[in-house]
């Protein structure tokens, strides 16, 4: 029997959501056929709010629904911590005692996929420089991530801000937002100036 159309239309939006094959997607499009009305419209308006109401942050470029984000309005700006994406900012976050603000660059240098300095918020960092004692560097400890801090290390230094770099030996992966507290709170701690 073919797929009706409306099912499939869903079952293929499902699909293009990261970690969901075309079988969980189907698995989901049924599951909204089992919702009461109430549910399908509460499960839109969800869909719909955190495209209107979440933006970047002014200051810091992480996700927020007013113009500065919750951290920036209340944290000390004497140290910034530069990260790649916003959930970075959500796995540094979970380990308790960073008392500083971030900066979120959207991205990493990949001169093989064609994003150059120009694409990542650098201009916006420099701008926030004033009155900074310290720029941390938590970039991935991937390629990417190193090319990234390497490259903002030789524009920062000659400002005359300390640069330094979260520790390199600790096995944190790759990918900030799955190592544990303790580990990110080791690289934070163990830190070395550049
Ligand atoms: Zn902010």
New binding site residues.
């Given amino acids: 029997m073919k797929q009706l159309d409306c099912i499939l239309r869903l079952s293929n939006k499902f699909a293009r959501l990261p970690g969901v094959g075309a079988k969980t997607a189907q698995r989901y499009a049924y599951s909204v056929i089992d919702m009461t009305p109430e549910e399908v419209e509460e499960f839109c308006a969800a869909l719909r709010d955190v495209k209107t109401q979440v933006r970047y942050?002014?200051?810091?470029?992480?996700f927020?629904d007013k113009e500065?984000?919750?951290?920036?309005?209340r944290r000390e700006k004497n140290v910034i911590c530069v990260v790649a994406y916003p959930k970075d900012v959500l796995a540094l976050e979970r380990v308790s005692g960073y008392k500083g603000?971030?900066h979120v660059l959207h991205g990493t240098l990949s001169p093989l996929e064609g994003r150059g300095p120009d694409s990542l918020r650098i201009k916006e960092l420099l701008a926030r420089l004033n009155g900074v004692e310290e720029v941390i560097l938590a970039t991935s400890t991937d390629v990417e991530g190193e090319a990234t801090a390497m490259y903002l290390a030789r524009l920062l230094k000659p400002m005359g801000v300390k640069v330094s770099r979260i520790a390199q030996g600790i096995s944190m992966g790759s990918e900030l937002e799955y190592a544990d507290e303790i580990t990110l709170l080791k690289a934070l701690e163990a830190r070395t100036e550049l």
């Fill in positions: 942050c002014d200051e810091c470029g992480n927020t500065t984000c919750e951290i920036c309005a603000v971030y």
